[in-house]
């Protein structure tokens, strides 16, 4: 399943979604408000805000037992 599939199966449920920026990474609970090959849209949870950032840059996305790449420690 690619990072696309993956995203627009949460269905709006809440995500767990890791983004790079650059050396830094971003953790958001996310509502996934669509996913292309392009970019992802969502809402960020804590912040209250719409999201928008590009697919490339997600490393890691979780909604329940739906899940994309493996993060490491």
């Known amino acids: 399943m690619t990072i696309t ?4 199966s949460t269905a709006g449920r809440f995500t767990t979604l890791v983004v790079n920026k650059g050396a830094n990474s ?3 609970c996310a ?3 669509s996913a292309t090959e ?3 849209r969502f809402y960020d949870i804590n ?3 719409n999201r928008v950032v ?3 840059s997600v490393v ?3 909604s329940g037992k739906t899940q ?3 993060l490491r420690k």
């Open 60 to 62: 890691y996305a979780r």
């Open 5 to 8: 599939q993956t995203l627009n």
């Open 26 to 28: 971003n953790k958001f």
């Open 47 to 49: 912040a209250q805000a």
């Open 68 to 70: 994309f790449g493996s």
């Open 31 to 33: 509502r996934i408000t």
């Open 38 to 40: 392009k970019t992802v």
């Open 54 to 56: 590009p697919t490339a």
